[in-house]
């Protein structure tokens, strides 16, 4: 019996640290306004991620950019642009959750692109599916996709804390 006391418990030492749950905080989209040097834009950010305790278990962060094709005055899309991209949007969102842990934070709209800003937790990207996926994209509307490790989110602290 005593043994048993003073016999370290192996389990504990091969304990790994996992994500408090949740692990999705849920939705809670706000609109803003920004000013950029070309003009002003609109941030559509999901506030859910304020203090988002797991950030460190989804460290890449995952920015695209889609190009306008059909743009107002002020480089804005139309509403027709706006479905395109809105469907470019799910198709990337997809693409993204088919082999990862997709955290969706927002999206920037601003004088002739639209930023789309996803944390994951590992990446899982084989490089000709990707690029053949992307140059699908690219054959409607331009685009350009950076993944870069960022464990403290700090991409995204000028929307979230």
């Not at 890449?60 to 950019?65: D, P, S």
């Amino acid at each position: 019996m005593f043994k048993n006391l003073f016999v370290r418990n192996k389990d504990k030492q091969k304990e790994t640290y996992r994500p408090t749950e949740p692990i999705y905080p849920g939705e809670n989209f706000t609109v803003g306004r920004i000013e950029t040097e070309e003009g002003g834009g609109f941030v559509n950010v999901n506030q859910a991620y304020d203090n988002y305790p797991n950030k460190r278990f989804f460290p890449w962060c995952a920015q695209l950019l889609l190009e306008f094709k059909d743009k107002n005055e002020n480089g804005h899309p139309t509403d027709q642009e706006a479905e395109v991209l809105n469907e470019l949007e799910d198709k990337i969102d997809n693409f993204l959750k088919d082999k990862h842990k997709v955290h969706f934070i927002g999206r920037v709209t601003r004088k002739d692109f639209r930023d789309l800003i996803y944390y994951i937790d590992q990446p899982r990207l084989d490089q000709d599916e990707t690029k053949n996926f992307f140059d699908e994209i690219s054959s409607i509307r331009g685009v350009n996709f950076n993944l870069d490790k960022d464990p403290e989110w700090n991409f995204v602290s000028g929307l979230i804390k």
